[in-house]
């Protein structure tokens, strides 16, 4: 029988730079990883694929979704539901694949119910001034939208000490090279309890 495999939740403020790290991380190590891809009601920004980036679903498809108990937490944010589906999780690990759950700290603390064995990880950078410069670096929001990010950014570092690891990402080599240390001590069952 396969030993099931770690799972991972990943939470950090916007601007932690979750994306990049994972996208290295996955282009730089030979884990059998699977990244789960959310289910949203909002509509795609440039650039994102339809079960690539998110899967990109009708608000009653979502509901009827979330009435079947296809969803392991969901949220309404800022009036679009988003969701993290079973079937991007528990498929996966049963393989023995390590999944990796990139989810904010109140659908977080949701999974950490469903799987108290699980990996938690908090990505954050060494300062505020940090995030703004990379929010206002994407060039996407408005001055109200960026505030209102960098207020819930001080609300989710609250939580930073609940999960198991913390993370600086700083310097991305080094922050990728924490993340990969984790999940090979999940697969090896160091303080993993499954």
């Known amino acids: 029988m396969t030993k099931p495999g770690p799972l991972l939740i990943l939470s950090g403020p916007s601007g932690s730079g979750k994306s990049t790290v994972i996208s290295r991380l996955l282009a730089t190590t030979d884990l059998p990883l699977h990244v789960a891809v959310s289910a949203t009601t909002r509509s795609p920004r440039q650039g994102e694929v339809d079960g690539v980036s998110y899967h990109f679903w009708s608000p009653e498809r979502f509901e ?36 990796i759950l990139v989810i904010d700290v109140q659908g977080a603390r949701t999974v950490r119910q469903q799987y108290p064995g699980c990996l938690t990880v908090f990505l954050q950078t060494g300062s505020m001034e940090t995030y703004e410069c ?36 700083d310097d991305l080599d080094q922050a990728v090279a924490e993340l990969r240390a984790i999940l090979q001590r999940g697969f090896q069952g160091d303080g993993y309890a499954g």
């Open 64 to 99: 009827a979704e979330r009435q079947a108990g296809a969803f392991l937490e969901c949220a309404n944010v800022h009036g679009r539901w988003y969701g993290t589906l079973r079937r991007e999780v528990d498929p996966y690990r049963e393989k023995g694949i390590g999944v």
């Open 134 to 169: 990379r929010l206002r670096q994407r060039g996407t929001e408005s001055e109200a939208a960026i505030r209102g990010r960098l207020e819930t950014a001080r609300t989710e570092l609250a939580c930073a000490s609940t999960y198991d690891y913390q993370v600086v990402n």
